[in-house]
Structure formats: C-alpha cells, structure tokens
Antibody, heavy 119, light 111 residues
Framework: QVQLQESGPGLVKPSQTLSLTCTVS??????????WSWIRQHPGKGLEWIGY???????FYNPSLKSRITISVHTSKNQFSLRLNSVTAADTAVYYC???????????WGQGTLVTVSS | QSVLTQPPSVSGAPGQRVTISCTGS?????????VHWYQQLPGTATKLLIH???NRPSGVPDRFSGSKSGTSASLAITGLQAEDEADYYC???????????FGGGTKLTVL
C-alpha cells in the first residue's frame, strides 16, 4: 500500500518561501509509472491543483502559480518537494501531496499539512 | 468561483439514492476530458472514488457510480450509509486554463 506523508513548517512569514517535502513509502517514486503532485485547499474552500513532477524531473505547473513555484524530485530519498516563494496570507492552506495515475487522476493522497502565512 | 460547478450540499436518508452533479464547459468536460471523483472525510486521507468518468478502483463499493454526458458528469451513491457523510469533489482538465481543475465540492449529509 502506497503512503504519502507531507512535512514542513506550519508557519511561514509573508514574503518568505514555503517549503514542503512529501515522503513516499510502499512504492518507488522512480518506477516511472506515475507522476507526483501537489494540491492545496484553502480553509473551508475547494481543492486547487499546484503542479506535478515525473521522476526524471519533468514538471507541469498550474499557470496561475507557475511564476512562484518549484517542484523537485529526490529519488534517492523517495521524496519530492514543493517550494512556493513570495508567500502572502492568500497562500494559507492545507497542502497535500498525491500520486498521479493514468496521467490524470490522483489515486493516493497524503493526509495534508496546514501551512499558515502570518507574521 | 470554481471552473467545475457542484451543488454546495445534498442530503438523503439511509438507504436512499443521491446524485452529485459536476457541470463544466466546452473547454473541460465538454471537450472530452475525463472526470474523476474524490471523497474527503475529516481526519482521513482524500480517497479516489471514480476515475475515467465511471471506473471504480478496487475496494470502492459498487454503491458508488459515475457517469458523464455532454458538459456534465454525475456521481451517484445508492444505499446511502452514515459513513458516506463527507465532502465530494470532481476533477477534470481544462484546455483554456492548461491545467487540472476541481469542482467546489459538495457536502453530503446523511439524515
């Protein structure tokens, strides 16, 4: 059973960089069969796709966030990460990592981690 | 305002059937892109219910079914159970936005 777990600071100051890591267990991130994605959910709101990465490092980002995000893969650690720079209060959300199957759907999700942007 | 429109809430009594709609446009569902459905329960990981419009992953009860027609899709739940009380989201791809989009979510209440 594949499991994903997000980790990182729960509080980030405005204008700084949000950094999160997703650790994958029960499967190899570099198997090549899947993409790996980040999604976020603002408090009390719906889901927003952030972007995804392939084990080779190829990425595909949400155009509305593209200028501020970087998703990286660390195959030796079976992890992938998210960096979101120049954060504001509008970036306060629960951030999820997930596995992408079939090129288009998210078949395994992490539990999510709340990141609050506040001074 | 989400690109895919879902009713904010639906409800039903145990044993009944409910449907949740997901309405899109010609740049997403109407363009032929697949629709996927997720269940979100508080305190648990988000769960994939339906992929590729109507396909159930192993382990998902056959009480859950999906369909798609034109610019809309639907999730149907039959034999409603208390444990089905959750938030449900649809997801697809939008060619105008060049990315994946979600519905705003529907809260299902089991009366």
């Amino acid at each position: 059973q594949v499991q994903l777990q997000e980790s990182g600071p729960g509080l980030v100051k405005p204008s700084q960089t949000l950094s999160l890591t997703c650790t994958v267990s029960g499967g190899s991130l570099s198997s090549g069969a899947y993409y790996w994605s980040w999604i976020r959910q603002h408090p009390g709101k719906g889901l927003e796709w952030i972007g995804y990465i392939y084990y080779s490092g190829s990425t595909f980002y949400n155009p509305s966030l593209k200028s501020r995000i970087t998703i990286s893969v660390h195959t030796s650690k079976n992890q992938f990460s998210l960096r979101l720079n120049s954060v504001t209060a509008a970036d306060t959300a629960v951030y999820y990592c997930a596995r992408v199957a079939g090129g288009s759907y998210l078949d395994y999700w992490g539990q999510g981690t709340l990141v609050t942007v506040s001074s | 305002q989400s690109v895919l429109t879902q009713p904010p809430s639906v409800s039903g009594a145990p044993g009944q059937r409910v449907t949740i709609s997901c309405t899109g446009s010609s740049s997403n569902i109407g363009a032929g892109y697949d629709v996927h459905w997720y269940q979100q329960l508080p305190g648990t990981a988000t769960k994939l219910l339906i992929h590729g419009n109507s396909n159930r992953p192993s382990g998902v009860p056959d009480r859950f079914s999906g369909s798609k027609s034109g610019t809309s899709a639907s999730l149907a739940i039959t034999g409603l159970q208390a444990e089905d009380e959750a938030d449900y989201y649809c997801q697809s791809y939008d060619s105008s936005l060049s990315g994946w989009v979600f519905g705003g979510g529907t809260k299902l209440t089991v009366l």
